[in-house]
Nanobody
Framework: QLQLVESGGGLVQSGESLRLSCAASAPTLDTYAIGWFRQAPGKEREGIICISSDGYSSSTATSVKDRFTISRDNAGNTVFLQMGSLKPEDTAVYYC?????????????????????WGKGTLVTVSS
C-alpha cells in the first residue's frame, strides 16, 4: 500500500515563498495522479492544484493561480508544491493525495482520490 508523507511546512511572512514535498513510500509514483489540498480552521477542505500520473495534465484553483506550481520527481518518488507570494489567507494544513490511474488527467475534488492514500498534512502559517 502506497503511503504519502508531506513535509516543508512552517512559519513564513507574507510575500515569501515555501516549497512543500509529498514523498511516496514506493517507486511507483508515475502510476498515480497527485493532488494538493488545504484546510484552514473553520473552512472546507480545498483542492488547490494537481498533476496527472504522466505529468501531462494539471489543474489549478483560482485562489492560487499564478502563485503555486506543481512538479514531479518520479526518480525520487516525490511531488513538490512550490508556493510563492504567500498571503495570510494561505494559512492552512496542506495535504497530498493519490489516485492510481492511467488517465491523463487529475482532479481537485477530494472524492477523486483514494480514501487511504492521503498524507497526514503539514502546517503552513503565513504572518502579515
Amino acid at each position: 500500500q502506497l503511503q504519502l508523507v508531506e513535509s516543508g511546512g512552517g512559519l513564513v511572512q507574507s510575500g515569501e515563498s515555501l516549497r512543500l514535498s509529498c514523498a511516496a513510500s514506493a517507486p511507483t509514483l508515475d502510476t498515480y495522479a497527485i493532488g494538493w489540498f488545504r484546510q484552514a480552521p473553520g473552512k472546507e477542505r480545498e483542492g488547490i492544484i494537481c498533476i496527472s500520473s504522466d505529468g501531462y495534465s494539471s489543474s489549478t484553483a483560482t485562489s492560487v493561480k499564478d502563485r503555486f506550481t506543481i512538479s514531479r520527481d518520479n526518480a525520487g518518488n516525490t511531488v513538490f508544491l512550490q508556493m510563492g507570494s504567500l498571503k495570510p489567507e494561505d494559512t492552512a494544513v496542506y495535504y497530498c493525495a493519490a489516485r492510481p490511474t492511467k488517465q491523463t488527467l487529475c482532479g481537485l475534488q477530494s472524492s477523486y482520490y483514494a480514501a487511504d492514500l492521503w498524507g497526514k498534512g503539514t502546517l503552513v502559517t503565513v504572518s502579515s
